[in-house]
T-cell receptor, first 117, second 118 residues
């Protein structure tokens, strides 16, 4: 079973629209971390946010906001007033301990966001 | 602070040839990862080192892929012989481990090495 599900493979919005990228995860651990990364066409994955399983407070950073809900195992990402520079592939990732206790990170398949001017 | 460095950036080889990718992590980062990203998919972990020891290589195709991190700093990933399905971006990443076992470290990625096997 997929551990991180990003159901939206591609989204297109017109500049200045708001857009929400969905992420649903699956884990049996009580301690885990969730991440979002941005991958522009250059290829490098750029870290956006990290959230631990004990902190359900929503976070806002400029035009970006994240909504973490343990009850629905979701960690959704909203871009407000989208801009062309937001066009990229966005990955949600789950980090949990592996059998040896070390960090194991599993990525979703990504959501490709295209912002049309 | 310098980021994760990778080389070569692009490589085209014929099937059955060999290729090697090099990675230098962020200074002081104990954990180093190699991920494979096939077009349209998310990164898949191939191998994870903590210092110069392997902590996870469960998804590494060991009949053709090998990796080493001899002095606990830079690392090399080798493919021999390459197959068409190995065409992908090979991403190196690193994280700072404060304690030996911690699932909360932020992973920082390099720009990737793009491999095309023809």
């Amino acid at each position: 079973a997929q551990k991180v599900t990003q159901a939206q493979t591609e989204i297109s919005v017109v500049e200045k629209e708001d857009v929400t990228l969905d992420c649903v995860y699956e884990t049996r651990d009580t301690t885990y971390y969730l991440f979002w990364y941005k991958q522009p066409p250059s290829g490098e994955l750029v870290f956006l946010i990290r959230r631990n399983s004990f902190d359900e407070q929503n976070e806002i950073s400029g035009r970006y906001s994240w909504n973490f809900q343990k009850s629905t195992s979701s960690f959704n990402f909203t871009i407000t007033a989208s801009q062309v520079v937001d066009s990229a592939v966005y990955f949600c990732a789950l980090s949990e301990p592996n059998s040896g206790g070390y960090q194991k990170v599993t990525f979703g398949i990504g959501t490709k966001l295209q912002v049309i001017p | 602070e310098a980021g994760v460095a990778q080389s070569p950036r692009y490589k085209i080889i014929e099937k059955r040839q060999s290729v090697a990718f090099w990675c230098n992590p962020i200074s002081g980062h104990a954990t180093l990862y190699w991920y494979q990203q096939i077009l349209g998919q998310g990164p898949k972990l191939l191998i994870q080192f903590q210092n110069n020891g392997v902590v996870d290589d469960s998804q590494l195709p060991k009949d053709r892929f090998s990796a080493e991190r001899l002095k606990g700093v830079d690392s090399t990933l080798k493919i021999q012989p390459a197959k068409l399905e190995d065409s992908a971006v090979y991403l190196c990443a690193s994280s700072l481990v404060v304690t030996g076992k911690d699932a909360g470290n932020t992973i920082y990625f390099g720009e990737g090495s793009w491999l095309t096997v023809v």
